[in-house]
């Protein structure tokens, strides 16, 4: 039975006969050139692919003959290659590779090449994803380099093993036993992130603990860093703004102080005395109550570039996030990160990035992009997404967040007129950065499967994908995953790609659609909770965000309510400005919207939010119905694993939809529309 911890790497024997017998003539053998670590693990895993794949021994071959892979950086390749290949060789970067089939003195080659070796161990992966696959090897002509340079998780991992947000049980580090006991699972894990291109990570919360700085946490999170080396993985940490005082025993950690930033420089020196290639710091400051530079009257950048300072040297960077709110600013919570930093760009050193997330508010079911995007075109801009589920129903609901990465990367700033993508400005294309950056919240926790629902690994592995190449599509990775989960019987396949695509849309309708956000429970984030209010600060409140009243529905962000509109560029500022051009998607989040408004069905508004809350009902409804056709057709383990988790998701669609249509209800004071069910 099949419990998933192995992720998308099952590499179970290839079920046609036909096509085993076809690769097994094609596959003779293969030979790694090179020593490095990289190329160990990536011949490692060749061999387990191909041993269970194929099902048979395949073994490493000292002379070249027919049907053999051929893999190994450039320099270590004696053979005449096609001149070609030393062409694309020059446009692919370190981390880029080419697959390619040849025939040189009458043998066929199946080569892996690449400029250094973690960009073979990057094919190396992805050839053996083309036979998971099924996928036709005669002939291959690959070259693949990714868009992005710093793909990264961040994990809200505390030193307790407790995990911020996270629904897959406890943290997989083990703080206490590293870094003498080295767990198994921190090698899979790096061969996971390794086989979809995630090239950092950072361990810790960003509401972070200073201890993790202190010498002893340091030499567990250079252990760690030692595991992950080989596969192209850097380690990172976050850096809590006021550590020179909690393990430093200065008095002050006022950014332009000499004694702290001398001792930022000296803690940079000891990190990197442990981790040679420490990947940098991801700070939170001044932001949920957590210190920074302005509790000394300093700004961001003074406290982004003084670290920024102490890692240039050894070629780290800085992550500093604009998730910033504070309840003295009396000011739409929505317009606080672009008001803070806007003025500041250009102003940081070029080290630093500013890791802003998908929307202004936060990891919504559905927000607008962030305006920050397109917004300093000065300063590169990192992604952060959400893996984990925080307000998308946790561990317990199926939703396939592609879709959401996707539509926020592909919206159109208008920065530099159209078609200046969000994609666009991250991956540095748009204003000619060429240090760039995306980093997913990490929804990995000890479970045995990892991510807690087994759909949950689908978004870590589009995080990986889309973090290399954003051109791929949400389904295009789908069916990618699900033949690496589940098989490639394309009866399957298609049952499942169809409950997937549809599901972040289900999830949407039945918690927040037309713009509707953050009426969640109340801090837990789970479950449905509009009415909350009296609480210490506003945007603490659900009310503060739907702002139901008689008249209506939906937050005033026009020109004459906070006028977040106009943080956006013309014509997207009027567009999102206009009641009528406004898309319906996003209607209350910008504009609050009569009860009896018509909207472009035909129907009222307050019919039209029933509609999408029933429909969610509806969706979920129909894909339980979907996912038991699969019964008998799957692993027996995984089906029930989900069958039990997808009921979960049944009741609580419609416990959203109660609540939130019976509560709405007590301000729109109008009937159920007819033909839906009685909610209680
Ligand atoms: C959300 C989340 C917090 C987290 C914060 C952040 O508000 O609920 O738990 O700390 O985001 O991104 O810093």
Redesign the pocket.
Known sequence: AEDGYKLWLRYDKIDNPVLIEKYRQLIKGYSFKGNSPSIKVAEKELNLALNKLLDCEIQTLDNLRSNVILAGAHKNITLNLPEEISNKLKTIGDEGYIIKTFETEGKRITLITANADIGVLYGTFHFIRLLQMQSDIDNLNIVESPLIKLRLLNHWDNLDRTV??GYAGFSIWNWHLLPDYIDPRYKDYARANASIGVNGTVLTN??ANSLVLTKQYLKKAAALADVFRPYGIKVYLTARFSAPIEIGKLSTADPLNPEVRKWWKEKAKEIYELIPDFGGFLV?AN??GQPGPQNYGRSHSDGANMLAEAVEHYGGVVMWRA?VYDNNVPEDRAKQAYNEFKPLDGKFKDNVLIQVKNGPI?FQPREPFHPLFGAMPETPLMMEFQITQ?YLGQGTHLVYLAPLFKECIESDTYAKGAGSTVAKVIDGSLDNHALTGIAGVSNIGNDRNWTGHLFGQSNWYAFGRLAWNHNLTSEQIAEEWIRLTFGNKNEIVEIIKNIMMPSRENTVNYMTPLGLHHIMGWDH?YGPAPWIKDKPRAEWTSVYYHRADSNGIGFDRTVNGSNAVSQYHSPVSEIFNSLEKCPEKYLLWFHHVPWDYKMKSGKTLWEELCNHYYAGVDSVRSMSKKWKQLEGKIDSELFDHVSMLMKIQEDEAVWWRNACVLYFQTFSKLPIPEGFEKPD
């Open positions: 911020e947000r960003v509401n939170k932001s949920e998730f936060d925080e984030h």
